[in-house]
């Protein structure tokens, strides 16, 4: 699988809503895949993902968000030692992350500009791997 970092938070702090029915149906598999498989392989990459695959803020294979999403993926990659391109199992990059900025204030620092922002503050727990984390 390929995501982009912030990829990893949001898919943590996930519950079911989404831009529009297909991109929540899309999150919903993306979810079950890897609550069944916390191993598979994940690729951190830049641009357009897995995730971005159903959103309907993809415009002609770009972002329309670009520098907000460019600007918090920077901040998963700084404040986890992340590298595009590195390749670990979704629960190694997950259980990184949440400790690394969920736990900390590196959190409102990378979502703070994010829609989901609120929706997530009132997620108190993410998943990793099926289990709240």
């Not at 929540?24 to 897995?50: C, K």
């Not at 971005?52 to 002609?60: F, G, I, N, S, T």
Request: proline share 4%.
């Amino acid at each position: 699988m390929k995501l982009r970092p912030h990829h990893l938070l949001c898919l943590q702090k996930y519950t079911g809503r989404g831009y529009d029915g297909p991109f929540t149906a899309h999150m919903n598999e993306l979810v079950r895949r890897l609550t069944a498989d916390p191993q598979e392989p994940v690729q951190l990459t830049q641009g357009r993902d897995d995730v971005c695959a159903a959103c309907p803020h993809l415009v002609d294979g770009r972002c329309a968000s670009q520098e907000k999403v460019t600007h918090m993926d920077r901040g998963v990659l700084e404040a986890c030692g992340f590298a595009y391109g590195q390749v670990d199992s979704w629960r190694a990059l997950a259980v990184s992350a949440e400790n690394k900025i969920f736990q900390t204030e590196q959190f409102n620092e990378i979502c703070g500009s994010c829609q989901w922002i609120e929706l997530c503050r009132d997620t108190r727990k993410g998943w990793i791997d099926g289990n709240e984390a």
